[in-house]
């Protein structure tokens, strides 16, 4: 049985609008601000403040010039009277953290110059901490076209689906860039014969679940297929549909045969319905998912990359699909690889446009949430014994970091990012989300999306580790490559290069930097059949009159300094700790 949580304890993220003006938002910088500082709040707890000024905007979003407090918080926007506490907003902020000139996106844009009211409250309690107003001037207003309310399309089994979806999209801008469609699974984390239980999932997901929250914020329309995840009619649980699992893909007949070419048959609908309405649709589909859900969007991609322009998925055992037949000497059936899709589907796996589609997959370090032991979706025990041979047993220090190193041997517009200090929740990683699929549809470039959303998982396949982690010029920089672990075969050769026309070989090098600033170290590991595999870091050099903080280390560690340091890490007896946190660049 899956240990997954249930779609109730997900977190409310949407009420009405004149309750609560989806209060989420990337940071994007101020818009003009036009009033003084009567926004300011007096904070009824001493280390929670908030600013809230008045500004003009397009009526699209508000920005709140500060917003910081002590324990974990939310930011909620009302027009009028706030409501009794409860709804929420979509995202929590960490304690500590201090939002400055952040963006919120309105549900529906303001049609006039109002006064609005910002809501800093306890996300664990509910209650408010500190409120401020503003008036917001309301600006050179764009043409707008009207959105659609979450509204269930019935199963049409003669236009190829035989079950319903949600299908909402919010107001566009008429000058605006057509966005494609952003699909969402429903996830019930339970099995159940009733479907009023998965219609009502459906119905949270497309009112207040993450993927509405993107979709506001892109924006762009939003489809929620409300497929079962049966318990014994019209199949047996061991088919764990919201996952898109073996099982589920095998299914040769009955209404949840081939749930992944329903899935399309319904984005085509949904199409043509907003066609009709002359809502502007690119092609393409933007997917999102998180456990259950974030497996049936991972997996999805891997049957029809060609459809697909962005994934985020989270939360999926450490264990994304692998793009390859074979890996450490197992074939990789579907689900965990691709050596089988053929005799599935019907249609062989296409590597070139699965490497297009670009893919943001993450988890917390704390999330202990595993489908194997429960068997989940791994019922056979022969599934089972492959994806532990391959990943590994642990999700977090074996699987994900392997998984990401396999992405990076493939080649894909991959980031993985692993979030400090979380569980099994998409919580902090909503925002990030919101970004990569609004930077991918403007085409950046997937290594400076990395750069700054991922890159802290560790490459095992060719993997660096350097003390000091802030050298200063003509300090000696220890580099070990010794935790690298090819998936075949054994390790040749390592070669390094530093960023200023030198080189060095070998397993454990030292370096020094002529020069301050940043400087890319490349590491790249051949084996015995001439296999290349690659990491990069970011090292960051300090002037060399910078202050000398070695005292300290070298009275708590015997023989510590950069010398002392790579003897130490040959011998094994020094555990370098000490990681560059900026790595994003791998």
Do not use: C
């Amino acid at each position: 049985m899956s240990s997954e949580p249930s779609a109730d304890s997900m977190p409310s993220t949407h009420v009405d609008r004149r309750a609560v003006l989806n209060a989420t938002g990337v940071a994007l910088g101020a818009v003009a601000l036009s009033g003084g500082a009567s926004g300011h709040a007096v904070a009824r707890s001493p280390d929670a403040s908030l600013t809230f000024e008045d500004q003009t905007s397009d009526g699209r979003s508000v920005v709140v010039a500060e917003a910081t407090a002590d324990v974990e918080f939310t930011l909620t926007v009302f027009e009028g009277d706030p409501p009794p506490i409860g709804g929420g907003p979509h995202l929590t902020f960490p304690a500590g953290e201090t939002l400055t000139d952040h963006r919120i996106t309105l549900d529906e844009p303001l049609a006039a110059t109002t006064t609005l009211r910002v809501q800093l409250g306890n996300a664990a309690t509910g209650e408010t901490i500190t409120r401020a107003e503003a008036t917001v001037t309301v600006e050179d207003v764009p043409e707008r076209i009207d959105g659609i309310d979450p509204t269930l399309v019935d199963a049409a089994p003669d236009e190829g689906f035989n079950y319903p979806y949600y299908l909402y999209a919010p107001v566009f801008d008429a000058d605006d860039d057509p966005r494609p469609i952003l699909v969402e699974p429903t996830n019930t984390g339970s099995t159940s014969d009733d479907f009023e239980t998965h219609r009502q999932a459906g119905q949270r997901t497309v009112e207040r679940g993450p993927g509405r929250t993107i979709a506001d914020q892109l924006p762009a329309p939003f489809v929620v297929p409300v497929f079962p995840r049966p318990s014994r009619n019209p199949v047996d649980s061991t088919h764990y549909v919201h996952q898109l699992d073996t099982e589920t893909l095998a299914i040769e007949d009955g209404d949840l045969q081939r749930v992944d070419q329903q899935l399309l048959a319904m984005v085509e609908d949904a199409r043509n319905r907003l066609a009709d309405r002359d809502y502007p649709v690119a092609d393409g589909m933007m997917l999102n998912g998180f456990s259950a859900s974030g497996n049936f969007v991972d997996r999805f991609s891997a049957l029809h990359p060609e459809e697909v322009t962005s994934v985020t998925a989270g939360g999926l055992n450490g264990m994304p699909i692998l793009p390859f037949e074979e890996r450490k000497g197992h074939t990789l059936p579907y689900h965990i690889g691709v050596a089988d899709l053929a005799s599935l589907t019907g249609e062989s796996f296409d590597a070139e446009a699965f490497r297009e589609v670009d893919r943001f997959l993450y988890m917390g370090d704390l999330d202990r949430n595993d489908t194997i032991p429960g068997r989940g979706s791994f019922t056979t025990p022969e599934l089972r014994e492959t994806a532990l041979a391959v990943f590994g047993p642990d999700p977090v220090t074996d699987r994900f970091p392997y998984a990401r190193a396999v992405y990076d041997e493939f080649g894909g517009n991959s980031a993985f990012r692993m979030y400090e200090n979380a569980g099994h929740t998409p919580q902090p990683a909503i925002e990030d989300a919101v970004a990569f699929h609004r930077r991918t549809l403007a085409g950046e470039d997937i290594e400076t999306i990395r750069a700054d959303l991922g890159g802290n998982v560790p490459n095992l396949f060719a993997h660096i580790e350097y003390d000091p982690a802030a050298p200063a010029v003509g300090e000696q920089v220890a580099f070990d490559a010794t935790r690298s672990q090819l998936p075949d075969g054994e390790i040749a050769d390592y070669s390094w290069e530093f960023g200023d026309d030198t080189t060095q070989s070998g397993d454990l090098v030292t370096h020094t930097f002529d020069t301050d600033g940043s400087h890319n170290v490349r590491l790249v590991v051949t084996d015995t059949a001439g296999e290349r595999y690659e990491d990069t870091v970011q090292v960051s050099v300090g002037s060399d009159d910078a202050e000398d903080d070695t005292d300290a280390s070298e009275d708590s560690m015997p023989g510590f300094g950069p010398l002392g340091t790579l003897v130490g890490l040959a011998t094994g007896g020094y555990v370098l700790t000490r990681r560059l946190e900026s790595d994003s660049s791998e």
